[in-house]
């Protein structure tokens, strides 16, 4: 009988739990810069701007990438180390002038790193969670279908090579190019997401068709408990009236119609907190009420700032070169040569 529980377990394992694991972290690096340590960055970088470094391009012809786990710190020429971004960053299906844009924004975002270092002997770091994703060539290849391996790789090649040199900038300067999975139709202001002062090159923008991606819509469904259960972790004296309808409502809403603050209870919370503590995809959400049950129906993916990914395919879709998406998402840049500035 033990063993028969012992094999139950384990083909549960197998079967259900095993797959969830590995598709949660297919997700997570598809949507990287969707994470809170970026606000450390946005605010170190707008108030320190006197300690950037000096741009040299031949310094950034190739890059000092620090490997998380190791410590180690590896030189590594800039295009190569942006394959391995991009095909971390983005599903290598997405079509060719999408994967360009997502090439330039990588390689401007990697520059700007480099000119504002995190890092005492790196530029860069290869933590999707602190500066930017990246995967080994033989990780990326073993996570696709061995028939795509090899055509999957040459196509991630090709729009890093036809796109090498190529960064957007602003007054001249390498942008702080912030992307995200799916907009839900709309970006975001920076301020809205991380405080701080907004940059004019990141404004509201609208794109079609991104409902028609898997990013599009989410919903998370608590019981009153789990609701007042998770809001304890920060609100610890939160008290909600269920009864009353008036006790859990949206108040306000952002300039692209995400949520700006909630009133649970006895405290009023951030769209941003609401979306942390409570696991939710992004701050463009809706909160209906259920029997026993709190849904929270979400639209898109990620803070919302910068380009969509799942925008940038659907424009590509519909013809638009890899400039015009990075000119739709990004306002009054111009896309440079990186040995131009
Ligand atoms: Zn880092």
Redesign the pocket.
């Known amino acids: 009988m033990k063993k028969f529980w012992l094999y139950f377990s384990l083909s549960i394992f197998v079967c259900f739990i095993l797959p969830a694991l590995l598709t949660k972290i297919e997700v997570k690096t598809y949507s990287e810069n969707d994470n809170i340590l970026e606000k450390q960055d946005y605010i170190q970088n707008e108030e320190n701007s006197s300690n950037k470094n000096e741009y040299d391009y031949q310094k950034y012809g190739t890059i000092k990438l620090?490997h998380?786990n190791t410590g180690e710190v590896e030189e590594v020429a800039l295009d190569t180390y942006l394959c391995n971004v991009v095909s971390a960053e983005m599903p290598a299906d997405y079509e060719i002038e999408a994967l360009k844009a997502q090439s330039v924004v990588a390689r401007t975002y990697t520059i700007y790193?480099a000119q504002n270092p995190?890092?005492e002997n790196?530029d860069?770091?290869d933590?999707s969670t602190?500066?930017?994703a990246w995967v080994t060539k033989e990780t990326r290849l073993s996570r696709w279908e061995e028939s795509k391996r090899e055509s999957n790789w040459q196509k991630i090649e090709n729009v890093v090579n036809q796109t090498s040199g190529k960064i957007i900038t602003y007054d001249g300067k390498p942008i702080n190019a912030f992307f995200h999975a799916n907009s839900g139709g709309t970006t975001e202001l920076p301020v809205n997401v991380w405080g701080g002062s907004n940059l004019p090159y990141l404004q509201i923008v609208e794109t079609a068709g991104e409902e028609g991606y898997t990013q599009y819509s989410s919903e998370v469904i608590l019981s009153k408990d789990e609701l007042i259960e998770k809001l304890k972790e920060k609100y610890s004296d939160i008290q909600i009236n269920f009864e009353n309808s008036e006790d859990i409502k949206i108040l306000e809403y952002t300039d692209s119609n995400r949520v700006k603050t909630v009133k649970f209870g006895n405290h009023e919370i951030s769209g941003v907190e609401t979306r942390t503590l409570l696991g939710l995809k992004s701050t463009n959400f809706e909160i209906i009420r259920q029997d026993e049950n709190i849904k929270f129906s979400v639209k898109g993916y990620g803070h919302g700032v910068g380009m969509s990914q799942t925008g940038a395919d659907m424009m590509a879709k519909q013809g638009s070169s890899y400039e015009d998406i990075i000119k739709h998402f990004y306002t009054g840049i111009e896309i440079k040569n990186i040995n131009e500035i």
């Open positions: 620090l998380k790193k995190k890092h790196a860069i770091c933590d602190c500066c930017q």
